[in-house]
C-alpha cells in the first residue's frame, strides 16, 4: 500500500523522524501552489525563499534515496490546490494513505481535515517534531486564568531545565534581564556584520513573474540573502553565536539608520520554516554563557525570545481559535496609507523601518512593534488591513507567530488578552531608542506646531478617544494623569493637531 506524505513550505525539516527510513512506497509531496502564493500579498522574496528551499529540500531528499514527487508554479498539472493536488496524487499512485505534518495555521489545518470527507482512504496527522510545546498546553497551562507569558517563560525554564543553576534557582539570581536589554547603540560598541550567504535564483524569479503572482517589495534574485537549507541556517546560527550573542540582549531593541541587522540572529526564517530546530538554537546559546562567551543577560534575553516568546504565541494562537483573526476592540477601520508599500513617508522612523521591509523583507521585533505597529494603533489603521500586510511583508511571517503579534500585542485589538495594556509610544521613546530623529522633517520635541511629529499629539488623542475603554488600566493612569495636567488650550490645540494628521494621513 502506497503512501503520500505532504511537506508544506514551513515544514523544511530533515531531521524529522519520517526521513529516517526510506521506503520505496512512500511518496513525499512538495507542492508551489496559488492557493499559497495569493491569500494575501507576499513579499516577493518571502514567495522566492521558500520556493527555492523547498526546491533544494526536495533535491536532498531524492539526493538521501526518497521518492519524491514536486509540483512546480508552471506545471501543467498543477491544481493550485493543496487539497486538489493531493487527491489527483493519490489516484495516480493509487495510494490509501495519506500523511501530513500538523500545520501551523487554522486555514491550512482545517483545509488538510476536510480531506476526510473526500478522500477515500487513510487520513494521518502527526507531529512537527520542532516545537517545545504542542497546540493546546497553552489551553491545559492556564486552565482560564489570565495568560502571562512570564509565568509560562518562568515554567518551561523550569520544565526543561535552562539556565538553572544547581538549586533550581535561575542563573545570575533573576529569571528576567529585560531592564538591562534595553540600550540604544550609538557605534560605542564594535559590530561585525552578518556573513551572508548570496544565492543567484534568477530563472526561478522570472519564472514566478511569469505566472502574473501579485508581490510587494524589491526582489534581487541574484543576490538572495536567507538560508535555504539547513546547513545555511546552521552557519547563519554560527556566525550568530560567534560575533552578535555576546551584545545581542542589550541593543536588541536599538535602531540606527541603514543598520538593518545590528545584533540580530537572522534565524526567524530558517526556524519558522524549520530547517533548524529551537532547541539546538536554545543550547547554543546557553553552552555560549557556560563557556563565558555571553553574558547571562545577553544569553537570557535571547532564550526568552524563543522558549518565552515564540512558544507562548503559538500556544496562545492555538488557544483562541480562527475567530480571533476578526477582533477590532477599538473598531479602527481607517485603510492603510500609500506609505505602506512604498515607504514615502516624511515620518524618518517609518521610512526606514518600511523601507528595510520592503528591502529585506525584514525587520526586528522593535520596527515592528513600535515604529510601524505603533503608528499604525495611533492612526487608528484597520487591525485586519494591518495584519494582512504584516502577514505578507516579513519572509518569517506565518500565521500563527504574526496575527497574535499583530492584532494582540500590537494593536491591542483583542482588548487584552495577549497584552496588559496598548503599546504605544510618543517620539520621545522613538528617539532614546534610535537616531531616526535625527535629520527628520518633523521635530521630536514638539506636540502642536505644523512640524510636531505626529507621534506625540497622535500619542495623547489616543488615550483621550479610548479613555473610557482604557482609564481603568492601572498601567495607563500615570499617562491619564499627565494629560490632566495640560491646560484646556493645551489639551484642545493637542486634539487639533492629531485630528488634521488623521485627515491626511497620506501626507505624512
Request: charged content about 20%; proline content about 3%; hydrophobic content about 40%.
Amino acid at each position: 500500500m502506497s503512501t503520500l506524505r505532504l511537506i508544506l513550505g514551513d515544514q523544511l525539516n530533515p531531521c524529522h523522524s519520517w526521513f529516517a527510513t526510506k521506503n520505496d512506497k512512500i511518496i513525499y509531496v512538495l507542492m508551489e501552489c496559488r492557493d499559497e502564493t495569493d491569500y494575501v500579498v507576499h513579499h516577493g522574496q518571502k514567495i522566492l525563499g521558500i520556493f527555492a528551499a523547498m526546491r533544494d529540500f526536495a533535491r536532498s531528499l531524492t539526493t538521501a534515496g526518497h521518492r519524491v514527487h514536486y509540483l512546480t508554479i508552471d506545471d501543467q498539472a498543477n491544481l493550485h490546490s493543496l487539497s486538489s493536488n493531493l487527491l489527483q496524487l493519490a489516484q495516480h499512485y493509487q495510494c490509501q494513505r495519506i500523511e501530513y505534518q500538523e500545520p501551523d495555521e487554522f486555514r491550512v489545518d482545517s483545509l488538510l481535515a476536510a480531506l476526510k470527507n473526500q478522500f477515500n482512504g487513510q487520513l494521518d496527522c502527526v507531529s512537527t517534531e520542532h516545537f517545545y510545546t504542542q497546540r493546546l498546553d497553552g489551553v491545559r497551562f492556564f486552565n482560564n486564568k489570565q495568560w502571562l507569558m512570564e509565568r509560562f517563560y518562568r515554567a518551561m525554564r523550569k520544565q526543561h531545565h535552562i539556565l538553572l543553576d544547581a538549586s533550581g534557582q535561575p542563573e545570575g539570581g533573576q529569571w528576567n534581564f529585560d531592564e538591562d536589554n534595553r540600550q540604544p547603540w550609538r557605534n560605542d560598541v564594535a559590530l561585525t556584520p552578518p556573513k551572508l550567504i548570496e544565492h543567484n535564483h534568477h530563472g526561478l524569479w522570472q519564472t514566478i513573474q511569469q505566472q502574473s503572482i501579485q508581490f510587494m517589495g524589491e526582489v534581487d534574485a541574484e543576490h538572495f540573502i536567507w538560508p535555504l537549507n539547513r546547513e545555511e541556517a546552521l552557519s547563519y546560527l554560527d556566525d550568530f553565536i560567534e560575533h552578535r550573542l555576546v551584545n545581542f540582549g542589550r541593543f536588541q531593541d536599538a535602531m540606527v539608520v541603514d543598520q538593518p541587522f545590528l545584533f540580530h540572529s537572522l534565524l526567524s526564517f530558517a526556524l519558522n520554516t524549520k530547517m533548524i530546530s529551537s532547541r539546538e538554537v536554545v543550547n547554543r546559546a546557553i553552552d555560549a554563557y557556560y563557556q563565558g562567551r555571553a553574558s547571562i543577560a545577553a544569553v537570557e534575553g535571547f532564550v526568552r525570545q524563543i522558549i518565552g516568546w515564540r512558544e507562548y504565541i503559538r500556544i496562545f494562537y492555538w488557544a483562541h481559535g480562527d475567530q480571533y483573526q476578526s477582533t477590532n476592540f477599538f473598531q479602527h477601520q481607517r485603510p492603510l496609507p500609500s506609505w505602506f508599500w512604498t515607504g514615502k513617508t516624511k515620518m524618518r522612523c517609518l521610512s526606514q523601518s518600511i523601507g528595510q521591509s520592503l528591502q529585506y523583507a525584514y525587520a526586528h521585533h522593535i520596527q515592528r512593534l513600535m515604529i510601524i505597529g505603533n503608528t499604525a494603533l495611533l492612526f487608528g489603521f484597520s487591525p485586519q488591513e494591518l495584519s494582512a500586510w504584516y502577514l505578507g511583508i516579513y519572509i518569517d511571517a506565518f500565521e500563527w507567530v504574526e496575527q497574535p503579534n499583530t492584532l494582540g500585542m500590537s494593536q491591542f485589538a483583542d482588548g487584552g488578552l495577549l497584552a496588559t495594556k496598548p503599546y504605544v509610544a510618543s517620539a520621545a521613546y522613538v528617539n532614546r531608542m534610535s537616531n531616526y530623529c535625527k535629520g527628520c522633517h518633523y521635530n521630536f520635541k514638539l506636540r502642536e506646531e505644523e512640524n510636531a511629529c505626529p507621534l506625540n499629539a497622535l500619542y495623547w488623542h489616543f488615550h483621550y478617544v479610548h479613555r473610557d475603554q482604557l482609564m481603568k488600566n492601572h498601567r495607563l493612569s500615570m499617562v491619564y494623569r499627565q494629560w490632566q495636567r495640560f491646560d484646556t488650550t493645551q489639551q484642545q490645540q493637542i486634539l487639533n493637531r492629531a485630528r488634521a494628521l488623521l485627515d491626511d494621513a497620506q501626507a505624512c
